[in-house]
């Protein structure tokens, strides 16, 4: 590196290779979490190790390794991409560039979800979409007497909700393996059966909505983000299909836009649910709506 002189002034760099923990994080322009997260993963340390060990000197290889996620970020890929997971309703996913990122906010949909489910044995529950399995794992986690079906019309999505599935549940558990298959909404699903709760996070953003061109979102599966129409196109298939696929007083639960409540309210209410009502997520958004049929 060249010294500075009047004629070079010091100007930031790139730390040498010989970098430490902590000279690499105080020289990122990131924020500082998205930093720690993408060190961690490359040095397959915990978080608490970037302390303990942060004067310790890296090798080269992982110095690199570093600097090129870094780069990667600045040029707006998502870090759960970048590290190929994201921890939702405490249990660490794999995350592809084909799967929706799991997001904080539907954590209430499967709060919610398993509210409906507290009274009963060995309930049966859909998830519609399911992209990395989040919301189905996440409920077949804490129910483990719950039987689950989780649907997606993409073979890739599936594939990544199959590997999730199969590393964070108990083999063992009493409802069985989240039943998986691939399916453009309810089409391929035997009709015979019926669900205690179907729950959904559809695609719900609005064909030209700036959002789409912005963050993370531009690199997340368009398809999994809008219906390329209103928003609300596959909230009304679901909530079309949802009573002959509902057990007797079973419930529908489905995300949607921030400004969609009261429309998709209307919807359930329109297609005959009772005790229909919006929940707010933890910033006080009406994040998912739901009611329940033939009770």
């Not at 983000?225 to 949802?242: F, P, Q, Y």
Request: hydrophobic content about 45%.
């Amino acid at each position: 590196m060249m010294p500075a002189t009047p004629d070079n002034p010091a100007s930031p760099a790139a730390p040498e290779p010989s970098a430490t923990p902590a000279a690499l994080l105080r020289a990122s322009s990131l924020p500082p979490l998205e930093a720690r997260i993408l060190l961690t993963h490359v040095l397959g340390w915990r978080r608490t190790q970037l302390i303990t060990r942060s004067d310790e000197p890296l090798e080269r290889a992982n110095v690199e390794r570093y600097l090129a996620l870094e780069a990667r970020r600045k040029a707006g890929e998502p870090v759960a991409q970048l590290v190929g997971a994201r921890e939702f309703f405490g249990l660490d996913f794999e995350v592809t560039p084909h799967v929706l990122i799991p997001r904080p906010e539907t954590e209430l949909l499967v709060e919610t979800a398993l509210g409906t489910l507290e009274s009963l044995s060995r309930p049966r529950v859909l998830d519609l979409g399911t992209g990395t399995g989040a919301i189905a794992v996440a409920i077949a986690a804490t129910r483990p007497d719950a039987q689950v079906w989780a649907l997606d019309r993409s073979a890739e999505a599936l594939a990544v909700a199959a590997r999730n599935a199969a590393r964070l549940l108990d083999a063992k558990r009493p409802g069985g393996a989240v039943a998986l298959e691939q399916s453009d909404w309810y089409d391929s699903l035997d009709a015979a059966l019926r669900f205690d709760v179907i729950v959904s996070n559809p695609p719900y953003i609005a064909c030209g909505d700036p959002h789409l061109s912005e963050g993370d979102l531009r690199f997340e599966p368009r398809g999994a983000l809008t219906d390329e129409a209103d928003g609300l196109s596959a909230i009304r298939t679901i909530v079309a299909g949802a009573p002959a696929r509902l057990a007797v007083n079973g419930a529908l639960w489905i995300e949607h836009g921030y400004d969609r409540a009261e429309a998709v309210r209307g919807l359930l209410t329109a297609q005959g649910f009772a005790q229909v009502c919006s929940e707010r997520d933890l910033a006080g958004i009406e994040r998912i709506s739901g009611g329940r049929f033939g009770g």
